[in-house]
């Protein structure tokens, strides 16, 4: 079993920025894609952002792009989101996701791993 925990959300106004991380158990986590993905009342969960295993191929939601930065960092087990430019309607619940496969998946059904969620906060 993998073990995910995300951090670093919280409450900012619109303009500012935050980071995410995806914290994950287990030195295979590594070989892994990771997905973040966001969900906010009313609407369906949606992928934000996605990384390979290798971190040398990416995927950005089309409201995103240009403002969030998806990395990862192997040694540390860690995969990051950078979110710049927040606006209010980024507010959701934003949840790591890791599939077992090297590759980047957009979908939910991809992945098999999740943490718990951590909740984003936009004011106007």
């Known amino acids: 079993q993998v073990h995910v925990v995300e951090s670093g959300g919280g409450l900012v106004q619109a303009g500012g920025s935050l980071r995410l991380s995806c914290a994950a158990s287990?030195?295979?986590?590594?070989?892994?894609?990771t997905g973040w993905f966001r969900q906010a009342p009313g609407k369906e969960r949606e992928c934000v952002a996605a990384?390979?295993?290798?971190?040398?191929?990416?995927y950005y939601g089309d409201s995103v792009k240009g403002r969030f930065t998806i990395s990862r960092d192997n040694a540390k087990n860690t995969v990051y989101l950078q979110m710049n430019s927040l606006k209010t309607e980024d507010t959701a619940d934003y949840y790591c996701?890791?599939?077992?496969?090297?590759?980047?998946?957009?979908?939910?059904?991809?992945?098999?791993?999740w943490g718990q969620g951590t909740q984003v906060t936009v004011s106007s």
């Open positions: 996701a890791i599939r077992g496969d090297a590759g980047l998946g957009r979908s939910p059904s991809d992945y098999d791993y």
């Open positions: 287990g030195r295979t986590f590594s070989t892994y894609g």
């Open positions: 990384i390979s295993r290798s971190g040398l191929t990416t």
